[in-house]
Nanobody, 116 residues
Framework: QVQMVESGGGLVQPGGSLRLSCGPS????????MGWYRQTLGEERELVAA???????AYADSVKGRFTISRDNAKNTVYLQMNSLKPEDTAVYYC??????????WGQGTQVTVSS
């Protein structure tokens, strides 16, 4: 069973930065779209940012100008650089990978807490 494996979450003060990383638990297959979602208790999971294999990106309005998504296709890894973090960015962040055939893979999630 393929899973996405996230790392890089933690506790940071408002205005601080964190970098999340994610890749599949097994390699040797390529992913079309890779992305980051987040979810808080009682809320639906929402898209934060996504990137295609060709480098096209999309962001939630709430993170534009603060977060940057990037990927290394050779390593099958996606990154989320989060700057100017706000308390409302506090959530569990999930990595997602989609293949061209429509298969959808998720990670277990990594907690990001923005608090003084």
């Amino acid at each position: 069973q393929v899973q996405m494996v996230e790392s890089g979450g933690g506790l940071v003060q408002p205005g601080g930065s964190l970098r999340l990383s994610c890749g599949p638990s097994v390699g040797a297959f390529s992913l079309n779209v890779m992305g980051w979602y987040r979810q808080t208790l009682g809320e639906e999971r929402e898209l934060v940012a996504a990137i295609t294999r060709g480098g096209d990106t999309a962001y939630a309005d709430s993170v534009k100008g603060r977060f940057t998504i990037s990927r290394d296709n050779a390593k099958n890894t996606v990154y989320l650089q989060m700057n100017s973090l706000k308390p409302e960015d506090t959530a569990v962040y999930y990595c997602n990978g989609k293949t061209w055939s429509g298969a959808d893979y998720w990670g277990q999630g990594t907690q990001v807490t923005v608090s003084s």
